[in-house]
């Protein structure tokens, strides 16, 4: 029942991203673009889903416990540092030029283009080299 549930929340936030057009990079690149042709469509699509996800959220905090697992499961962290600022910036100049996050360009495979493939084999690309590099051993300097 786990999977059927993820299946069907994933069909509609893919759903979502087609009729709203972000799996155009050219939509989401055209929001960026204030002095030229501002597009401001993502904002009402960022907007909604604010809506949607604020009313989501208490509705599920009124629960003791998930649907499908035994307890909820958040992160309990609220440091901010310089992987959580280094990450959040090159998240933010990578759908910049790339006009693509992730979670939209999943639902972008099915156009068929391969610049959305070579985006998400440059974004799985960095999970592999980030956990390589955080992996490696610090070498002691002389």
């Known amino acids: 029942m786990k999977h059927l549930f993820a299946l069907l929340t994933g069909l509609v936030f893919g759903t979502g991203i087609a009729i709203s057009g972000m799996m ?9 673009d204030i002095a030229g042709t501002w597009d401001p469509s993502l904002m009402f699509v960022m907007g909604g889903a604010l809506v949607v996800t604020f009313i ?5 905090w009124r629960r ?10 958040v992160p309990t962290s609220t440091l901010i540092d310089s992987k959580l600022i280094g990450g959040a910036a090159l998240f933010g100049v990578g759908w ?5 996050c992730p979670g939209a360009a999943i639902p972008a495979l099915g156009t068929g283009r391969w610049e959305v ?8 690309g960095g999970f592999f080299l980030r956990r390589l590099v955080r992996s490696t051993p610090k070498q002691a300097t002389t």
């Open 56 to 60: 989501g959220y208490r509705l599920v």
């Open 64 to 73: 003791s416990k998930p649907l499908f697992e035994q307890r909820f499961q």
């Open 117 to 124: 493939a070579l985006f998400l084999i440059s974004v799985t």
């Open 96 to 100: 910049g030029i790339a006009g693509f």
């Open 24 to 32: 155009n990079p050219a939509k989401v690149l055209n929001f960026f």
